[in-house]
């Protein structure tokens, strides 16, 4: 296959959108088109974030010669999120 699939849902959004920017479009096919660019986001975004892991592991053995740099970091990474969550939707508002 010339294009994976991945690819693909990153250029249906983009295709689709070419189509809506025409005058007269109706509500429905906007609608269509928003759902399809989130789902090519959601792809893109997947897709970051597991080039970014090689990435940052990369360069972490590259200047310490161990992973612990790009590890600490993951590790502070998911604390942050968890805390936001945690202030966001867990605690208790007074």
Known sequence: MLLHRSALLLLV?????????????SYGTLLLTACLAGVGGGNFASSIGGVLVNFA????FLATRNGDGAYVAFVAAYGVCAGVTWTAYVRRRA
């Open 13 to 25: 959004p983009a295709v689709a959108t070419a189509v809506v920017l025409e005058p007269g479009t």
């Open 57 to 60: 592991f990369r360069e972490s």
